[in-house]
Structure formats: structure tokens, C-alpha cells
């Protein structure tokens, strides 16, 4: 079991006890990854994203035919829930926030920063380029197929890190800084940019596309 999944069920775990013991969202409130489980809660549903992108990959690769949704779906999925929901909340709250907390950040932190800054970026770039080549993929042509397999790697070998270090390093680090009025801060501006973005809803939109996305492969 990989350390994420390990962390995940430690999370629920605790979770559960909380809830059957008659507790509170207080209680909660002193688990360590408190209020970073906004984030590793979207973390999830876009880790099920890369199993199908990495599913795809492998479909690719055997010249075995996508078919156009597939595509379009996944490009919608990263573009509207990876990028605007999640990386947003990231770029916007949780680093802004550890930048007003420390004015003068240790420089190594300051360099993940904008590594993973540069790393969002660049996963929009890849959506982008993905959705540029599906008409050429759909023509039939060897060039189409090779450049989405290639736009589809790169997300793979980016972003997969990149959630891992987010997940080990950068979350638990920045958390562990944070007071008890920062996180509920945190929290607060996390589930406030939520609601901008349309609350519930949306997030129930985007993991039925998740599902569907699953049952075809
Ligand atoms: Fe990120
Ligand atoms: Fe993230």
C-alpha cells in the first residue's frame, strides 16, 4: 500500500471514530491534515482520473480505438475540476495564505511553490493540447494518435509526481506551520470559493463524469 493510500484510510478511520463516538465537526477539527482534506478529498477523484488516463495510454499504445467522448470528457475534467476547482483552491488559498503567514519563506519552500505553480500550468497546457489533436486522432492518422499519446504521457509523468509531493511533502509541511485561526481560515475560504463555483452541485457533476468515465473502461 502506497503512503497516500495509507494516509487516506488513517483519514477515514479517524473520521468514522469521530462520527461514532457522537462527535462534532469540532472534533475533527484536531485531525493533523485539517482543513487540507478539501484538497485531498478532490485528490481522490482526480487519482481515479489518472488509473483511466493511464488505462487510455495503454489503449493508445496498442493502436486500440478511443472513442471521441472519451477525450472530451477528460479534457473537460481537468480543465473545469483539476485546474479551476482544485489548483485554483491551491494557487489562491492555501499558498497564498502560507505566503502571508511567513512574509520571509525558507527558500526551499518558496522553490516548491513555484515548481508546483509552473506544474499547473503546464497540465492546462497539456488538456489544451490534448483537445487540439482529437479531431486529427479521430481522422485515423498515425500523427494524431502520436500526439495525444504524447500530450497524455506528459500529464501522466507530471502530474502523478506532483500530487505524490503535494501529498508527503508540501501539505503535511504547510499545515504543521498554520494556527488554529489560519486553518479555520483555510477552511472557511476553501468551502467560500466552493460555493462561488457552484457548491455541491458541481462536485456531484464532475464525479458522475468520473463514474462514467470509469464504466467504459
Ligand atoms: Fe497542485
Ligand atoms: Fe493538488
Not at 96 to 106: A, C, G, M, N, S
Request: some cysteine.
Amino acid at each position: 500500500m502506497d503512503c497516500f493510500s495509507l494516509k487516506r484510510l488513517q483519514r477515514r478511520k479517524f473520521f468514522e471514530e469521530v462520527v461514532n463516538k457522537g462527535g462534532t465537526l469540532w472534533t475533527w477539527r484536531s485531525h493533523p491534515m485539517y482543513p487540507i482534506d478539501t484538497l485531498l478529498d478532490e485528490h481522490e477523484l482526480v487519482n481515479r482520473v489518472f488509473a483511466i488516463i493511464e488505462k487510455v495510454r495503454d489503449k493508445l499504445e496498442d493502436e486500440e480505438e478511443i472513442s471521441a467522448p472519451v477525450f472530451w470528457k477528460l479534457v473537460e475534467f481537468i480543465r473545469g475540476y483539476a485546474d479551476v476547482i482544485h489548483h485554483s483552491k491551491e494557487e489562491d488559498i492555501l499558498f497564498e495564505q502560507l505566503r502571508e503567514h511567513d512574509t520571509d519563506l525558507p527558500k526551499e519552500v518558496d522553490r516548491n511553490i513555484a515548481v508546483l505553480i509552473e506544474e499547473h500550468i503546464e497540465a492546462l497546457d497539456l488538456a489544451n493540447e490534448m483537445h487540439k489533436h482529437i479531431r486529427a486522432y479521430h481522422r485515423g492518422t498515425a500523427e494524431g494518435r502520436n500526439k495525444i499519446l504524447k500530450s497524455v504521457n506528459e500529464y501522466l509523468n507530471i502530474m502523478q509526481p506532483h500530487f505524490k509531493m503535494e501529498e508527503e511533502e508540501v501539505f503535511p509541511a504547510m499545515v504543521a506551520v498554520l494556527s488554529k485561526k489560519e486553518k479555520d481560515k483555510m477552511k472557511a475560504d476553501f468551502d467560500r470559493f466552493d460555493k462561488i463555483l457552484g457548491g455541491k452541485e458541481v462536485h456531484k457533476r464532475y464525479a458522475k463524469l468520473v463514474e462514467e468515465l470509469e464504466r467504459e473502461f
